[in-house]
């Protein structure tokens, strides 16, 4: 079946811009995940959305970075004002169950974010 | 201190040879613990979930210390294809953390 897909595949601003990023999970995962990955490093926990519960926003670096999630499915990364440190691969996944300890994630292919 | 942590390496192997990596974790409530795979430029893919003291898939192998908190990668028989980046992660509390990940070169 389908994977989690992510759009666009790159994305290129300007110092300043706001730019949306699209996350389209595996059909029927109840939580996703957004990730920021900078070069050669780990995954920097973003945000994390469960069902119809509130978001997990601890990882969110700034009050310029907010997500959304409708109807449960589909989930939008926003940045606003982007500045040049915000240059990144953002990664969403997602996982079938409502977090228990057998959890397992998917991660989509990404979006690379480079900020002029 | 980091919820997850790895040496970066990278570690140089020959063909054939058997490597190991390991991940320290803090934390001794973690739930569950796994080992992805990372190509250059590719997002993560699952290799092993580890769930009890361990597992093995061929041939790869990992095993979970909770007493000492580290997990490990075993892989045998080193191919130039496992070359890639190994990224360990754990779950606990609905959240997963990663490390930094351990870059492995297989050479010929």
């Known amino acids: 079946g389908a994977g989690v897909s992510q759009s666009p595949s790159n994305k290129v601003t300007e110092k300043g ?28 926990f973003l945000i994390y959305f469960q ?20 109807g449960g ?8 004002r982007t500045q040049q440190e915000d240059s990144a ?14 959890d397992t994630q998917y991660f989509g292919p990404g979006t690379r974010l480079t900020v002029l | 201190r980091k919820e997850v942590e790895q040496d970066p390496g990278p570690f140089n192997v020959p063909e054939g040879a058997t490597v190991a990596f390991n991940c320290t974790y803090s934390n001794s409530a973690s739930q569950s613990f796994f080992w992805y795979r990372q190509d250059c430029r590719k997002e993560p893919k699952l290799l092993m979930s580890v769930y009890s003291s361990g597992n093995e898939d061929g041939r790869f192998t990992a095993q979970l210390n909770r007493a000492s908190q580290y997990i490990s990668l075993l892989i045998r028989d080193s191919k130039l294809s496992d070359s890639a980046t190994y990224l360990c992660g754990k779950y606990n509390f609905n959240k997963f953390y990663f490390g930094s990940g351990t870059k492995l070169n297989v050479k010929p």
């Open chain 1, 17 to 44: 811009k706001d730019v949306e990023l699209r996350c389209d999970p595996i059909s029927g995962h109840t939580a996703l995940y957004w990730y920021r990955q900078s070069l050669g490093q780990g995954l920097e």
């Open chain 1, 73 to 80: 499915s589909v989930s939008t990364l926003t940045i606003q």
């Open chain 1, 89 to 102: 691969v953002y990664l969403c996944a997602s996982s079938p169950t409502l977090g228990g300890a057998t």
């Open chain 1, 51 to 70: 069902g119809n519960s509130a978001p997990d926003k601890s990882g969110l670096p700034s009050d310029r970075f907010s997500a959304e999630r409708t």
